[in-house]
């Protein structure tokens, strides 16, 4: 059997072939029959005798492209031109450029833009340091972060691999929020050497994006930094994850009548997004969770706790389970996974209680095929892009960052996420609202706009400030200025 083609996996294949009326079919039927998926077909150039095309088809991997393009190679009359891996395309030269806001066409422009002009700027802001956010790119920038010790589901291959993962990072909060961020890729390694490296960064930002830091030192590293820096730190991995999990779950048990405070539920998972999905679960009202990793149900009397399981197994688990997944989701309301892929069965989830929710979340493979857990749980939501629901960190941090940003807020807080997965789960109307629709499209426009407000306003709220501006200039956002007297 073909593996599932994906857009992932997409090529474009340059064909040259006889210009009768069946070549093309013979073409696409034979693609398809592989197991590949024609997205389209452009005529590049023609002839009495002979035509050129660009083919683009959707794969299952590297080596199903292979071959697709090797059963090709076996059609009569078909020349084989340049086979192109679309996504490999998408990130020639990198996804990022800087340009300018400022037009610089002639000696004035430059006279202001840099010397002698820029010197009156510098001056102000030495003056006055808070002046750095309405005078520089402070005022919008963010830095994703990484060591490349934890990229995606890879695992640790260094920062210079990092790079695509948080280019893209970079290009959606652009996308989505409108700010510019910056992948920041350090070659360092331990806890001390992360953190200088970032304290040493941070005045050109106005906020921290840590991104793909392997667990248990992101933790340590996350509380470090937002002790020791005056804007905000915001590990994606954790607390995006976690807060488009709380805005899920909400709708979710909204669609099966059930409550958070007397919902069982069971999280798969105690690495960095477990741990924060299990702190905000809490805050969230969640009373009954019970926590499993790869030795099983975390509990109190299990031997060898490290790191933070110690603190799951005390705030967790109040019938005190023992044993294995399996035993865990016995009777279960919710399961939770961002553990690994393929552990739970069909049967498992048999087991579950009457109107069962299962977030299968690993990535790339979930714990459960979606299609099996359907056949038990009324809920099913993902992590991928290819199944209705998915849990996706993009709904929640462009619009976080955006309101931390608005409301020039020095930390974040569990207050925060919270507002911010109450907004997300309300973007979803009660007339919209159904088992196969818990979380907003990510191109929803109004998830950024309602994240952003919602965060803002706590944010405000925290600092019990407005938006007051002091030192050498009045403005605001520096779209008006005006010499005080």
């Known amino acids: 059997m073909s593996p599932m083609p994906s857009v992932s996996y997409s090529i474009t294949i340059r064909l040259e072939f006889a210009a009768r009326s069946a070549a093309v079919s013979d073409i696409t039927g034979s693609i398809e029959r592989q197991g590949g998926s024609v997205t389209a077909l452009d005529v590049s150039a023609s002839g009495p005798e002979r035509m050129r095309a660009d083919i683009t088809v959707l794969t299952g991997g590297h080596d199903h492209a292979i071959e697709i393009v090797e059963q090709l190679k076996t059609l009569d009359g078909?020349?084989?031109?340049?086979?192109?891996?679309?996504?490999?395309?998408?990130h020639l030269g990198g996804k990022l450029t800087v340009e300018s806001k400022v037009p610089i066409r002639h000696r004035d422009d430059l006279s202001m833009v840099y010397t002698p002009g820029v010197a009156r700027v510098v001056k102000a802001i030495a003056e006055n340091p808070e002046d750095a956010r309405r005078l520089t790119i402070k005022r919008n920038t963010v830095a994703v972060v990484s060591d490349g010790s934890a990229i995606l589901g890879l695992g640790d291959l260094g920062p210079l691999a990092a790079m695509p993962v948080m280019e893209g990072k970079a290009a959606l909060f652009k996308r989505f929020a409108g700010i510019d961020a910056f992948p920041i890729c350090l070659d360092a390694h331990s806890v001390d050497d992360i953190v200088s490296h970032v304290k040493a960064i941070a005045p050109v930002f106005a906020g921290i994006n840590l991104e793909d830091i392997s667990a248990p030192r992101c933790f340590e590293i996350e509380d470090r930094l937002r002790a020791e820096?005056?804007?905000?730190?915001?590990?994606?991995?954790?607390?995006?994850?976690?807060?488009?999990?709380?805005?899920?779950?909400?709708?979710?048990l909204r669609v099966v009548d059930k409550d958070i405070e007397t919902a069982?539920?069971?999280?798969?998972?105690?690495?960095?997004?477990?741990?924060?999905?299990?702190?905000?679960?809490?805050?969230?009202?969640?009373?009954?969770?019970?926590?499993?990793?790869?030795?099983?149900?975390?509990?109190?009397?299990?031997?060898?706790?490290?790191?933070?399981?110690?603190?799951?197994?005390?705030?967790?688990?109040?019938?005190?389970?023992?044993?294995?997944?399996?035993?865990?989701?016995?009777?279960?309301?919710v399961f939770i996974g961002v553990s690994a892929g393929n552990i739970l069965t069909a049967e498992d989830v048999a087991t579950m209680a009457e109107r069962s929710i299962v977030f299968a979340m690993a990535n790339p493979t979930p714990e459960i095929d979606p299609s099996e857990a359907a056949k038990h749980a009324e809920v099913v939501a993902t992590g991928r892009s290819d199944f209705s629901n998915?849990?996706?960190?993009?709904?929640?941090?462009?619009?976080?960052?955006?309101?931390?940003?608005?409301?020039?807020?020095?930390?974040?807080?569990?207050?925060?996420?919270?507002?911010?997965?109450?907004?997300?789960?309300?973007?979803?109307?009660?007339?919209?609202?159904?088992?196969?629709?818990?979380?907003?499209?990510?191109?929803?426009?109004?998830?950024?706009?309602?994240?952003?407000?919602?965060?803002?306003?706590?944010?405000?709220?925290?600092?019990g400030t407005v938006d007051t501006i002091t030192g050498a200039i009045q403005a605001v956002y520096a779209d008006e200025i005006t010499l005080e007297g």
């Open 78 to 90: 078909v020349e084989l031109g340049k086979v192109s891996d679309r996504t490999f395309l998408a």
């Open 264 to 333: 069982r539920i069971v999280l798969s998972g105690a690495g960095a997004a477990g741990t924060a999905i299990l702190s905000l679960l809490r805050a969230a009202g969640a009373r009954d969770v019970v926590v499993t990793d790869v030795d099983g149900i975390v509990h109190e009397g299990r031997e060898q706790l490290t790191d933070r399981l110690p603190w799951i197994a005390e705030v967790t688990n109040p019938r005190g389970l023992t044993g294995s997944l399996r035993d865990a989701v016995a009777g279960a309301d």
């Open 229 to 252: 820096l005056d804007i905000p730190v915001f590990h994606d991995d954790q607390h995006g994850t976690a807060i488009v999990v709380i805005a899920a779950l909400r709708n979710a």
């Open 390 to 463: 998915q849990i996706n960190n993009v709904l929640a941090f462009p619009g976080v960052f955006r309101g931390l940003l608005d409301a020039h807020a020095t930390r974040v807080t569990d207050r925060m996420l919270l507002a911010a997965a109450k907004a997300l789960a309300d973007v979803v109307t009660p007339e919209e609202l159904n088992p196969t629709y818990i979380v907003p499209s990510v191109f929803h426009e109004g998830v950024t706009k309602a994240v952003a407000s919602a965060v803002e306003k706590v944010a405000r709220e925290d600092a």
